[in-house]
């Protein structure tokens, strides 16, 4: 059974707070994403790991920045926290196959006071 | 630019009536992704439509992909409450180094009433 598990489930931080996401997997897949959740937007994908230390921006990486030192690590930073940053945060990993669909972490909910 | 639209994005219906999500895409693609979503929780994988024609089946639900059309549709047969969800469906555009990126839809709550 695949298993993606993530630091938080709920996080209520400061505007200009550095924030940390943390996302684990642990089934050896080579590709690790974020996305936000936002309603009405479906999921949008912030930035996207397809082996370690390498990373790629998705559509909305702006105020972002993401850390793959292993395998089974794929960190999502928020260097300045603001209040549009509010949203519900989902980790996903998959094969490196193209055919394979992704797994979804249970999310964080953050709020950016 | 890919884009992927959902219709409807609200639907309630009876138990026992049968409905249709539709899901549109605007650029080439032959890797369609449908996801559930339940309220509080996260998404579970429902099916994987690799070509065009293909039809994949669980239960009461059945999806299908026509890629000339660029659409994709989710059918419920004899709705029951715990079908009650978001559906998400999701579109790969292209590989880019081996990557696996999807662009996702809306999403579309339906809520099944007794």
């Known amino acids: 059974d695949v298993k993606v598990t993530q630091s938080s489930r709920y996080l209520v931080k400061r505007t200009g707070e550095k924030v940390f996401l943390e996302c684990v997997q642990d089934m050896d897949h080579e590709n690790m994403f974020w996305y936000r959740q936002d309603p009405g937007l479906g999921l949008r994908l912030i930035y996207f790991s397809y082996d370690v230390k390498m990373k790629e921006k998705g559509d909305i990486p702006e105020g972002y920045s993401v850390s793959r030192e292993k395998k089974e690590r794929f960190s999502l930073i928020l260097e300045s926290a603001s209040t549009n940053q509010t949203s519900m945060y989902l980790c996903a990993s998959s094969l490196l196959r193209i055919q394979e669909t992704q797994y979804f972490g249970p999310g964080t909910r953050l709020l950016v006071l | 630019e890919l884009k992927v639209e959902q219709n409807p994005l609200f639907l309630s219906m009876q138990e026992g009536k049968n409905y249709t999500i539709y899901c549109n895409y605007s650029t080439t693609s032959d890797r369609l992704y449908w996801y559930r979503q339940d309220p509080g929780k996260s998404l579970e994988s429902l099916f994987v439509?690799?070509?065009?024609?293909a039809v994949k089946q669980e239960g009461r639900l059945m999806a299908s992909l026509d890629t000339k059309a660029r659409l994709s549709t989710l059918h419920i047969t004899a709705a029951v409450h715990d079908l009650s969800a978001t559906y998400f469906c999701?579109?790969?555009?292209?590989?880019?180094?081996?990557?696996?990126?999807?662009?996702f839809g809306q999403g579309t709550r339906l809520t099944i009433n007794p």
């Open positions: 999701a579109v790969r555009p292209s590989i880019i180094q081996g990557a696996q990126k999807l662009v």
């Open positions: 439509l690799l070509s065009n024609g």
